[in-house]
């Protein structure tokens, strides 16, 4: 009974080549594909430049272990099957567990990589064919804090309210806890002109660049912002003028900046006094400055707070909403962007609508031909959904769509265990990830070139990423998949279709007049090369490249100050656990490394889990440089190779996040959680180093 | 439900009630009252220093807001103390005659400036004399501004830490300043006579004068301070700052144990278990008074136990670091300070250049650091309080950590690309090294265009592009085509 609709079987023809985007991050590099090759192409993002992982992603369409059918686990072991045979067990094995344990009992799980059209389709699958409010994504482990902080301050979350190209006429950037050498290289091309001031526990390629390199203890940024936003103010930067205009509540945040004179939140933060006011100067005597937030500060369990302490210093600065000056955050991954915007978040509906909206909710029940009361209400987040699987209150069911949480959750291990107890666990990728390597049926799906999409990058700007080349056969499209298995659920075919056009064009109509407004973005404009940031309300609208210039998203028009205060980490160093562990990305590697180590060059280049130290520290442990070291938290080991760094502090190792097995870095992390986005706190756990 | 009332307003009972507030909000569970002296919102007294530089105006120092009674369901009385307690009925009299019955009663009454009995600082009635000044209130402050014109002539009874601020402060406004400090060198509480003298020296640069070893025996207003050693330095403002005492007597008059300040245990209780002290009025054993971070500590504490959040919670001590907040002055002094550089029990590793305002003495007792003077080495000062805080083992290269350089600056690019060792990554975007250019060099790639197509080298940030050129200017000299 499969009726999906056949996609005709071409792409470019040999020989020509068609525009795309690189398969990674947010910055979404413009590139083109003739034959698979990738080669760079002019694009404002990355104006011609690609990293190393842009330039090999063709290697991905070429991965030596392509999923090219459906795998179905018999006997413990997974065995090749049909479609039809996969699609049917799922959907049979779906109606069971909700007839035993209701329709909260299966979930899903998505991915900020998804296309807008996929990210769009999975939640409305969630909410309409399964009927469940268990849906989240790994975004919330990348950009949620950040999301949180902007709604709070500026009534709207884009993670650049402004094109990535006016970064190139600023004087000052302050970056916190950003990282952007190495994470996504072609970017820091925009800040030639720049005097950098970056914040960050490590001496990264990014901070050995910069003017101003200030390292404050793993999980004391908010400190250093407060202490800054003193400097500001104690040394008369204040703009009185911005701050009476346009915001509201400084007063009351004062009463607590007024707590952290930079002597105080030196003897917090490790931070000197002097660099703080420095800091402070050299924003304040800035014609246009920026202040930029990355992982680094926003994956903390107060990562919402310390994202809306940085906004607090811009808003004193008057930077926000000024032209040629700013706040942003680095969004991460490829759709980090749209995909935070359109349903696939627990609280969410299309058009970064809340759940719990009524209006919201017929709107977009509207768009979808169901009663409003049908859709479930808000769900769990990524951690807490994933924390109860398998349990007595939690899902008996998950499929994962462009995530591989078995590497990328923190507590790891915890987590791995959730997901064996499950009755059914469904994984769509194009390779086995250490994920599906779990799954009782795993879906082979197309990735990046094979397909059409839109992608929203960092600056909130929808992509076309055109389709070209054909994929393998045996493989099917996520939107296929989504259908097959809702007309299994009793769906019409109709209301799930898998042409990414027409899906976009529901997208469209879903989120019209919500904060993030596609209605105006087609195909056609985005193919006839018009730059697109959202809101875009309708077809002749030329779209917003820049938010706020004019006035905030709040109904009063004005920013929002944020009175938060320092507390920090969860789990602080202790005679037991005396190091803390702060773990991050490398150049050659993205997310969980499921694609990049897949890449021969990449893995050449950084082929096996290693974990930075100060070169006194692992003396202190009997560690030489290059030796194998265990490390261990209260929630698991790692077994990584020590690289002796000099730059490090004493106190702090860092491990890259990327590697599988025993050299999973998340088997140390913390789940502590942020009240506001329910982010984990990646970013600083206690750890113990020894000889392996 | 149990009431709590808090005796005294200043940054220990403020903030005191705010961290009570913050573990029980409810006012049915607890009642929370403070009684305030001045008829002011508390401010922070830390901040006082910045006021007199005129950095900052009076209104910032403010603690709270003036909602912020109402919004956390405190009684807060201003311009009332509490004048007698009654522990045998928990009910403490206020000034205007009102009483206020408590569970439990905080003392955080502060301390108050102390004044040397010096012919003519105060007048008939027993104030200060006109062109007097103590440096401890906000009134102080707008007693010293008012006073303090460009070419003010200042004297600063007084070189300890607030002395020294004060004086900062008046010099950045204009005045001609000049210390007198009884003991041989500046801050002799805090910093051994070398550090002193550098701190001196520094101070000197920015015009403030000195008049060590002596003290003032008379002042005569509108005209000068007669000092003990016969001298004569003509004044328009003296400041006095010669320490604080503890504000004790309402405790010892209610009968309760009273040594410096009013004694406490680790549970902050006085000799009464229903009475607290906290703060500057208090007496811990091992605790230095007067500086605000025991303060906030003990605040925590104290919190914690009457909210029955953790009534287990205990205040053991605060490490004390003293930071001198003068402009263009960086100074941290911690821990055991006065140590010679001889002694046989501890390492001690010192590091001075005067001319250039640097004292930097470290002292380490088993890799940890025991005490440490930090003069002008900012970074130095931070990393040495992090290492004193969290009890860190101190790096290998101590001289290194004394002068701040313990962070190595970014890898200096080699004067010659020939210098270069092969394996160093000349462009990180696509993990190119030197050997990988030279190699492609070899294969045919004569110019850079030709090694960015053979390696990618510059094709990411560009950032590298000055270097591969200048590595293709070598190659072409030592390699032509």
Redesign the interface.
């Known amino acids: 009974m499969d009726v999906r609709v056949a996609h005709a079987d071409i792409a470019a023809p040999v020989g020509t080549a068609v525009d795309t985007h690189c398969p990674y991050c947010a910055l979404q590099c413009g590139m083109s594909l003739t034959d698979g090759e990738v080669a760079?192409r002019d694009f404002p993002t990355n104006r011609?430049?690609?990293?190393?992982k842009g330039?090999t992603a063709g290697s991905l369409l070429r991965a030596q272990d392509r999923l090219t059918t459906p795998l179905v686990r018999e006997c413990g072991v997974l065995r090749p099957a049909t479609w039809d045979e996969a699609l049917d067990l799922i959907a049979t094995r779906i109606r069971e567990t909700q007839v035993q344990h209701g329709r909260d009992a299966v979930a899903v799980f998505g991915g900020g990589g998804l296309t807008n059209e996929k990210a769009y389709q999975l939640g409305k699958f969630a909410r309409v064919a399964l009927g469940t409010s268990q849906v989240d994504y790994n975004g919330r482990f990348c950009m949620s804090s950040a999301a949180a902080a902007g709604n709070r301050a500026f009534g709207i979350d884009r993670g650049m309210p402004f094109p990535v190209t006016d970064l190139a006429n600023a004087d000052v950037v302050l970056l916190a806890g950003a990282n952007p050498?190495?994470t996504m290289?072609?970017?820091?091309?925009h800040f030639r002109k720049s005097r950098l001031i970056v914040i960050d526990p490590r001496?990264t390629?990014t901070a050995?660049?910069a003017a101003l390199h200030l390292?404050p203890?793993p999980g004391t940024d908010l400190a250093l912002a407060l202490g800054i936003l003193h400097a500001v103010?104690?040394?008369?930067h204040l703009r009185h003028d911005y701050v009476a205009e346009r915001t509201f509540g400084f007063?009351?945040t004062?009463?607590v900046v007024?707590?952290w004179?930079p002597?105080?939140a030196?003897?917090v933060?490790?931070?000197?006094?002097?660099?703080q006011r420095r800091a402070a100067a050299m924003l304040a005597g800035a014609d246009n400055a920026y202040i930029l937030t990355g992982r680094g500060t926003e994956q903390h369990a107060r990562g919402s707070d310390m994202v809306s302490a940085w906004i607090n210093l811009a808003l004193a600065l008057g930077l926000p909403g000024r032209a040629g000056s700013g706040y942003g955050c680095l969004t991460g991954q490829g759709n980090g962007q749209g995909g935070r915007e359109h349903g696939q978040k627990a609280d969410q509906l299309p058009g970064y609508r809340k759940i719990n909206d009524p209006a919201a909710r017929e709107h977009v029940a509207g768009v979808w031909g169901v009663p409003a009361d049908s859709l479930p209400g808000p769900g769990r987040s990524a951690y807490e959904l994933l924390d109860t699987l398998g349990t007595d209150d939690g899902p008996k069911a998950l499929l994962v769509f462009g995530s591989n949480v078995a590497v990328s959750a923190p507590r790891a291990a915890h987590i791995t265990d959730r997901l064996s107890d499950l009755d059914l666990l469904v994984v769509a990728d194009f390779v086995l990830s250490e994920t599906a390597e779990m799954a009782d049926v795993v879906l082979p799906v197309t990735q990046w070139a094979e397909e059409d999409g839109t992608m929203t990058n960092l600056e909130g700007r929808v992509l076309l990423r055109q389709r070209a080349v054909v994929p393998p056969m045996g493989v099917r499209a996520d939107l296929d998949v989504l259908q097959g298995l809702a007309i299994r659920l009793g769906q019409p075919a109709q209301r799930f279709p898998t042409d990414p056009e027409t899906v976009f064009a529901e997208l469209r109509r879903a989120s019209a007049g919500g904060p993030a407004d596609y209605s105006g973005v087609t195909y056609q404009r985005l193919r006839d090369g018009d730059a697109l940031h959202w809101p875009v309300p309708d077809v002749d609208h030329p779209g917003t490249p820049r938010l706020f210039l004019d006035r905030f998203a709040h109904p009063d028009g004005r920013a929002r100050f944020a009175p938060v205060d320092h507390t920090g980490p969860a789990e602080p160093?202790d005679a037991e656990y005396?190091l803390l562990a702060t773990t991050g990305r490398v150049?050659?590697h993205y997310q969980s490394g499921a694609q990049t180590r897949r890449v021969p060059?990449l893995l050449a280049?950084v082929p096996e889990p290693y974990v930075e130290v100060?070169p006194?520290t692992a003396?202190?442990a009997g560690l030489s440089d290059g030796e194998w070291a265990l490390v261990s938290s209260r929630r698991g080991q790692v077994r990584a190779r020590v690289r002796h760094i000099?730059?490090m502090r004493?106190?702090v190792v860092f491990l890259p996040f990327h590697f599988p097995g025993t050299g999973r870095a998340n088997l140390l992390t913390n789940p502590a959680l942020d009240p506001t986005s329910r982010m984990p706190e990646f970013k600083v756990c206690a750890v113990r180093l020894e000889v392996a | 439900m149990r009431r709590v009332v808090v005796a005294g307003y200043g940054m220990a009972g403020a903030r005191f009630a705010e961290e009570l507030r913050r573990r029980e909000p409810d006012p049915e569970r607890i009642a929370l009252t403070v009684l305030g002296e001045e008829s002011q919102r508390a401010y922070n007294r830390i901040l006082l220093s910045t006021v007199v530089a005129g950095s900052m105006p009076e209104e910032s120092v403010l603690l709270h807001d003036e909602s912020w009674a109402q919004q956390h369901n405190v009684d807060l009385r201003l311009g009332v103390a509490a004048q007698r307690i009654d522990r045998s009925s928990r009910q403490v009299t206020l000034t205007d005659d009102s009483t206020v019955d408590y569970d439990a009663l905080v003392l955080a009454t502060g301390s108050r400036a102390f004044v040397p009995p010096i012919d003519g600082v105060r007048a008939d009635d027993g104030d200060l004399a006109d062109g007097v000044a103590t440096f401890r209130t906000i009134d102080d402050c707008r007693r010293i501004v008012g006073r303090a014109k460009q070419g003010c002539l200042a004297v600063v009874l007084g070189g300890g830490l607030l002395g020294l601020e004060a004086a900062r402060g008046l010099a950045g406004r204009g005045c001609r300043v000049t210390v007198v400090h009884l003991a041989g060198h500046l801050m002799e509480r805090q910093l051994d006579p070398s550090g002193g003298r550098v701190l001196r020296g520094a101070l000197e640069a920015m015009g403030i004068e000195f008049r060590m070893g002596t003290s003032v025996a008379g002042y005569l207003p509108g005209d000068g301070v007669k000092l003990s050693d016969g001298g004569y330095l003509p004044a328009d403002l003296l400041v006095v700052s010669a320490g604080v005492r503890a504000e004790t007597t309402l405790a010892a008059e209610a009968g309760l144990d009273v040594a410096q300040g009013v004694v406490i245990d680790d549970a902050l209780r006085t000799s009464d278990a229903r009475i607290h002290a906290i703060g500057d009025c208090a007496s811990h054993p091992g605790t230095i008074s007067g500086l605000v971070a025991p303060a906030w500590d003990q605040a925590a504490v104290l919190a914690d136990l009457l909210s029955g959040v953790d009534p287990t919670a205990r205040y053991r001590g605060t490490p004390v670091v003293t930071r001198l907040k003068a402009k263009g002055i960086d100074l941290a002094a911690l821990g055991e300070t006065q140590i010679s550089v001889d002694a046989e029990d501890a390492e001690v590793v010192r590091v001075q250049d005067p001319a250039r305002g640097l004292y930097a003495k470290l002292v380490l007792r088993g890799e940890r650091v025991a005490g440490a003077i930090v003069l002008g080495a900012p970074d130095a000062a931070a990393t040495i309080t992090q290492l004193y805080d969290h009890g860190t083992p101190a790096p290998e290269d101590r001289l290194a950590l004394l002068l701040g350089r313990a962070l190595p600056e970014a890898a200096a690019v080699a004067s010659s690309p020939a210098a270069l060792p092969a394996s160093s990554v000349i462009c990180r975007c696509n993990t190119v090294s030197k050997a990988d250019l030279v190699s492609a060099w070899r294969d045919g790639a004569r110019s850079v265009d030709g090694l960015a197509t053979a390696t990618r080298a510059t094709t990411g940030c560009g950032s590298c592009k000055d270097l591969v050129c200048g590595l293709a200017d070598w190659l072409t000299s030592v390699d032509p085509a």
């Not at chain 1, 290289?185 to 091309?189: D, G, L, M, N």
């Not at chain 1, 103010?233 to 008369?236: E, I, Q």
Request: aromatic share 8%; glycine share 8%; proline share 11%.
């Open positions: 760079p011609g430049g690609l990293c190393q330039w050498a190495e290289p072609p970017f820091v091309q001496r390629p050995e660049s390292r203890a103010v104690a040394d008369g007063e009351q004062w009463r007024a707590g004179w002597e105080h030196e003897r933060t490790g931070v000197s006094a002097t660099d160093a005396p150049l050659q060059e280049a100060h006194d003396a202190r000099p730059s004493l106190d």
